[in-house]
């Protein structure tokens, strides 16, 4: 049982939400991402979405498109954010670690070079933006072998159709895009999202977790009553933008922010 | 029967191509692939596409015997002229053929990313004829230097946004018009410029440029009397290439070579040719040639001519190169600032300076091909827009 399959077990069990933050490694110095993901679990994080910085990335918002940026102004690169999660492990060995990114750093280095650092480095699951079932099977092949799960993203548009071929391949959680739209957007439809995790739920048993345009402990609340888990990115990554130097001080200001999430997804489990 | 039979279903020519795209766009790219698999063999739809093409674009676009440059190179030279077409480029031929697609699935607001301006442009006026809402998305420093189609855009109706993100260049614009898309799926049709994107866009936008090679290759036959020895086009994403190109596939005695853009040089790494020079890769939704460094990260590119300012390049281009079909060569900017002045003196001819690429390389062809030796170039656009860059670059005030 992966890593991933391990903690929404428990997650169930105990009724409680689990709650996904992403950052952009290496966001805004290098030094800061491994005590901001222990800053996060500690904060109340059940599993963490790392993002792989990228050059173009095409389905992001301007936060996190500048995220990139500023990552890669300073030459984070895949290797880097493989060193990360090696030393995020050497004292954190349960909570799951996703990559979120996009597929041209990986085809770069190379799929079973990328697979094998990836497992060695204690990554579980493995999610490419602009990698689609479709044209996975490869990749997918070697990660199947290796325990890491590859996560997939079903979105409005997403037929049931297509939503039978994604949990063929999908392995840990699929993740509901909750917008038409890229990261960090607006406006939240809750009928609609309600309507189509029931509608997940029929094609697959993987736990489903929603994100894109979460950024409050309200909105949090609102899509933890229908999913398993929610993921927030762009409210955190923004945090990012006021880094004075201080890196404490973007560390309290995640984990105030986190602690504020969980309290409030805690208080839907117990009513 | 033609021989070759690219893309598979999916979208692959060979390992290139495909589709590369986050989820929300597979369901509109199966749509867009479901009407033009349907449309393409429409007898409606082409007729309307031929007739827009002959009374609103002014097709066929002569096939012109340029007597002096000929002479000057030593080979016999003729000139595709797509700068005759309405709007000034090739890129009209393409968009009114995604716009009638557009009008047919029945959206009200069409996009576009655009380099030189010049898609731009032809979006704008497609837009302005079918009364459709028309967003284009251009690099900021794409705006600087293309002035003059940044107001021809927006005389048109068009908004034209300003992309700030990344290089300021075409990929960008390209980035921020897919970012739009995803969020307007339901009302919005992208009209991509050129042979790339995610399928099924390399494979229609070639079968609607294809129509320069159709008549380019029946205008040959009927003027010199056989079929050409050469084909010289430049390479941005690929699309007036792959149209001329793309008729004569089967021609196996008819050589083709797409001139990409080699800037400073290719020595030098600032240049825009990632079939001479790049990696494959996967960038805006397929899988090809790029320009990138060790760890994956896209490159900027630098070429006096926005139009060939990309960092990558069309699928089926990557699949002609690796298959020996076409040859893909590089001229760089001062070879085709001499192309471009050689063409304006010698035919009376003020060429783009994209197209201006292939003169150059025509140059040296020539110099291979000998006296009796045919080629065609595609001369993809006219230069009125390109005038205040060569000013500057001439070191003349205007
Ligand atoms: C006149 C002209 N030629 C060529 C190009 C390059 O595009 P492609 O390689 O798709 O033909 C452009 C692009 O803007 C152009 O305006």
Redesign the interface.
């Known amino acids: 049982m992966s890593r991933i399959e391990k903690r929404f077990e428990s997650l169930g069990k105990s009724g409680r939400k689990g709650l996904i933050p992403f950052i952009t490694a290496g966001d805004p110095v290098t030094d800061i991402t491994v005590p901001l993901m222990h800053a996060m679990v500690d904060a109340g994080a059940d599993l963490i979405e790392l993002g792989i910085p990228?050059?173009?990335?095409?389905?992001?918002?301007?936060v996190i498109?500048k995220a990139n940026?500023r990552a890669?102004a300073h030459g984070t690169?895949?290797?880097d954010v493989l060193d990360m999660v090696k030393q995020f492990r050497r004292k954190d060995a349960t909570t799951p670690v996703i990559f979120m990114g996009?597929?041209?750093?990986?085809?770069?280095?190379g799929y079973d070079e990328f697979v094998e650092a990836a497992q060695q480095a204690g990554i579980d699951g493995l999610l490419v933006?602009?990698?689609?079932p479709?044209?996975a099977g490869e990749l997918n092949e070697l990660l199947y072998q290796r325990d890491i799960d590859p996560v997939?993203?079903?979105?409005?548009?997403?037929?049931p159709q297509?939503m039978e071929i994604?949990s063929l391949e999908a392995r840990g959680f699929v993740y509901y895009?909750s917008i038409?739209?890229?990261t960090g957007?607006a406006e939240l439809d809750y009928d609609e999202i309600q309507q189509s995790i029931n509608e997940i739920r029929q094609h697959t048993r993987l736990p489903v977790g929603v994100g894109f345009g979460i950024n409050s402990p309200e909105r949090a609340v609102k899509i933890g009553q229908h999913a398993d888990a929610v993921v927030i990115g762009s409210a955190i990554v923004k945090m990012m933008e006021n880094y004075n130097g201080d890196k404490q001080r973007v560390i309290n200001a995640v984990s105030g922010f986190l602690h504020s999430v969980r309290d409030a997804l805690d208080a839907i489990s117990k009513s | 029967m033609s021989a070759y039979s690219m893309p598979d279903k999916k979208g692959h020519f060979g390992r290139f191509g495909g589709i590369f795209v986050a989820e929300t766009l597979m369901r509109p790219l199966e749509e867009l692939t479901n009407a033009y698999e349907k449309y393409i063999k429409d007898p409606d739809f082409l007729q309307e596409f031929d007739d827009d093409l002959k009374y609103y674009v002014g097709r066929p676009s002569p096939l012109y015997y340029a007597a002096g440059l000929s002479r000057q190179y030593g080979a016999q030279i003729y000139l595709k002229r797509e700068d005759l077409n309405h709007t000034g480029a090739h890129k009209i031929n393409n968009t009114i053929g995604q716009a009638l697609l557009a009008k047919r699935l029945g959206k009200s607001r069409i996009i576009a990313e655009t380099g030189a301006g010049q898609h731009g442009v032809a979006t704008a006026t497609v837009a302005a004829r079918l009364g459709l809402e028309c967003v284009v998305y251009m690099g900021a420093d794409d705006i600087e230097r293309q002035a003059p189609n940044v107001y021809r855009m927006k005389l048109l109706g068009a908004s034209v946004v300003a992309v700030e993100s990344g290089s300021r260049t075409l990929k960008d614009a390209l980035n921020e018009a897919m970012r739009d898309w995803v969020t307007h799926v339901d009302n919005t049709f992208y009209i991509i410029g050129t042979v790339a994107g995610p399928h099924p866009y390399p494979a229609m936008v070639r079968d609607f440029q294809a129509v320069i090679g159709r008549e380019a290759r029946q205008q040959i036959l009927e003027q010199a009397g056989r079929l050409p020895d050469a084909l010289v086009a430049c390479v941005g994403g690929g699309s007036n290439a792959i149209g001329l190109f793309y008729p004569f596939i089967d021609d196996d005695a008819v050589a083709m070579y797409g001139v990409e853009a080699a800037g400073d040089g290719l020595a030098t790494g600032h240049h825009a040719a990632p079939l001479c020079k790049g990696k494959v890769g996967v960038l805006h939704g397929n899988r090809t040639y790029l320009m990138e460094d060790t760890n994956g990260q896209i490159t900027e590119t630098h070429s006096i001519s926005a139009g060939l300012d990309y960092p990558g390049v069309g699928p089926e281009h990557a699949w002609l190169k690796d298959s020996g079909r076409a040859n893909y060569v590089a001229a760089t900017d001062s070879e085709a600032m001499s192309g471009f002045h050689d063409i304006t003196r010698l035919e009376g001819i003020i060429p783009a300076l994209e197209s201006s690429h292939a003169v150059a390389y025509s140059k040296i062809l020539a110099a291979e091909l000998g006296k009796e030796g045919i080629m065609i170039i595609n001369l993809s656009g006219r230069g009125d827009k390109d005038i205040q860059t060569i000013a500057r670059i001439d070191g003349v005030e205007i």
């Open positions: 990228f050059s173009d990335p095409m389905a992001d918002g301007p498109q940026q890669l690169s895949l290797h996009y597929l041209n750093p990986v085809e770069a280095m933006v602009d990698l689609p479709e044209e997939y993203l079903l979105s409005p548009t997403t037929t297509r994604v895009v038409r739209g890229v957007s």
